[in-house]
């Protein structure tokens, strides 16, 4: 059975108080709704203690935005499984286009730090996704298949979430066809060995397209960055149709 989930990404944004106000305004409007559906919020590190203790009892899983592959040692900025785990989190997004773009990260440090959340018990939701001018070149799907090959090299997918996130629809306002994320999702699958692994869609998912997007029979959830700051828009993806 592919499990939906629904995932926020707050990137870097919110501080411990703001979480808890928003958490105060998202959880009544999600209590009884669609229990079946998983949701997750991937906070920045500095709310995941304080987001941990309030989101026990809840139906709401803590993710987290990052994890470093060595169990611990002199990696500045970084963060371990260990530190993670005992704070509750539950999922760790790995691979996002901005940790690609920005910080350097390759294939191959994406596998090192997808089998360290594996390690750790820790679900890893594996970004990946193709920029404007590699979709323009018609290499949509060589890239997605480097991305797959390289990043789940001795990765178990029982335990794994794939986000299909379109670079230039992060962020952008700019939605990726639902038809056309259910093919690539499509051929996504096809790519894995287990085909019952959740596979999201991400980019500009929000009130007014989640329930297309959710619609498509390949997509089985959404990864959310700017619709999940606010409660009443998150809670409406949560509450698709
Ligand atoms: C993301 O950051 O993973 C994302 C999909 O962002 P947005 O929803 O803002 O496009």
């Known amino acids: 059975m592919r499990k939906i989930i629904i995932a926020g990404n707050w990137k870097m944004f919110k501080t411990q108080a703001e979480s808890l106000d928003f958490l105060k305004e998202l959880l009544p409007k999600i209590a009884d709704d669609h229990e079946e559906r998983e949701v997750v919020l991937c906070t920045p590190f500095t709310d995941l203690g304080l987001m941990s203790k309030s989101l026990h009892g809840t ?9 470093h592959w060595e169990d611990e040692g002199a990696f500045t900025g970084e963060i371990s499984g260990s530190m993670l785990t005992e704070m509750g989190v539950r999922y760790v997004i790995v691979g996002h286009s901005e ?8 294939n191959a440090t994406v596998n090192q730090r997808l ?3 594996q390690r750790h018990n820790l679900i890893p939701i594996l970004c990946v996704g193709e920029s404007k001018a590699q979709r323009d070149a018609g290499e ?9 090959a390289k990043g789940l090299v001795d990765i178990d997918q029982n335990a794994l979430v794939i986000a299909y996130e ?6 952008t306002g700019e939605t990726c066809d639902a038809i056309e994320a259910n093919r690539v999702i499509g051929l996504i ?3 894995l060995t287990n ?15 989640v329930d297309e997007i959710m619609a498509q029979p390949e997509i089985d959830g959404a990864l959310v960055g700017g619709a999940s700051l606010e409660a009443e828009s998150f809670a409406r993806l949560v509450k698709h149709v």
């Open 59 to 67: 139906r709401i899983r803590l993710g987290a935005q990052n994890i």
């Open 140 to 148: 949509t799907e060589a890239i997605i298949f480097e991305q797959l």
């Open 166 to 171: 379109p670079i230039w629809a992060i962020g």
């Open 99 to 106: 940790r690609r773009q920005y910080f350097g990260e390759t």
């Open 195 to 209: 085909k019952n692994v959740t596979i999201q869609y991400g980019g500009s998912v929000k009130p007014a397209n």
């Open 115 to 117: 089998k360290a959340a």
């Open 189 to 191: 699958r096809e790519k």
